[in-house]
């Protein structure tokens, strides 16, 4: 059999100095600019974002600006007077709401004021009924027995002087508030001041102007004068600049009497 030769490589060997096939250089980089851009190709990339921005914010304003470019006058005419007419609107509805929150601060002062009103009468009737305690300048009478009795006449028309000259508020010994339905009796050891026994002397303590209550007191003929000849009593009038009545009547439940209709 003739030998077989073993197959042979078609391609040569090569040789131990052969050169490796060289990379083009401009592909090299390209990549490198892609993959690690250098400091100024970053800030190119950045200012090119920028303009392209503010190309596309120019270009939407320009077609904005041209909304109304392509419309003939009696359209824009139209445009404007509904804009008008919408101003008009806004300005009648801020005129509504000035003229509304105008109205609620009257009818707020208002109200506050009959408030007031009724809290300050509301005061005065409380002082005038004897319901609450007070205090303020006037005068103390001391009317002391010595020949004999006080009357109960005498004493009542000393307290009605004093009340038609203005007396806001009297108490008798430091215990009772006088009030317009107060009573007075004859009593063993003194008198019976809305069932209560008061022992003389007897101390009247009155609010007021004390000039008016004195003027009041000493008359001719008036309770002081009264007192002193026909009772035999002694009577001092001192003026003080503060009175403190800390006594208060109860309020009395009217029976009969109701609001009238409209109250």
Avoid at 68 to 74: K, Q
Avoid at 135 to 164: C, F, H, K, M, N
Avoid at 180 to 197: C, T
């Amino acid at each position: 059999m003739p030998d077989r030769k073993p197959p042979q490589n078609s391609a040569k060997p090569s040789s131990p100095g052969a050169r490796a096939p060289e990379q083009d250089p401009s592909r090299d980089r390209l990549r490198t600019a892609l993959t690690r851009p250098s400091r100024r190709q970053a800030v190119v990339a950045v200012l090119l974002a920028v303009l392209g921005f503010a190309f596309v914010v120019q270009v939407r304003d320009t077609k904005a600006n041209d909304t109304y470019a392509g419309l003939r006058e009696s359209e824009l005419i139209q445009v404007l007077d509904g804009l008008t007419g919408t101003a008009e609107r806004a300005r009648r509805e801020v005129d509504r709401l000035d003229a509304r929150r105008d109205e609620l601060r009257d009818e707020s002062q208002a109200r506050a004021a009959a408030l007031d009103e009724a809290e300050q009468r509301v005061r005065t009737l409380n002082i005038i009924a004897g319901l609450v305690p007070v205090a303020g300048q006037g005068l103390r009478v001391t009317i002391t027995e010595s020949t004999s009795r006080v009357s109960v006449g005498s004493l009542l028309d000393t307290i009605q002087e004093l009340r038609t000259a203005g007396a806001e508020a009297m108490e008798l010994n430091d215990t009772i508030r006088l009030g317009a339905d107060s009573s007075f009796d004859n009593a063993v050891g003194g008198i019976e001041l809305d069932d209560q026994l008061l022992e003389p002397p007897y101390v009247l303590d009155v609010i007021g102007d004390p000039h008016i209550l004195r003027t009041a007191l000493t008359f001719s003929n008036g309770p002081i004068e009264t007192l002193e000849t026909l009772d035999g009593a002694t009577v001092t009038v001192g003026d003080l600049e503060s009175v403190e009545i800390t006594s208060v009547r109860e309020a009395p439940r009217p029976e009969y009497a109701e609001l009238g209709t409209g109250q």
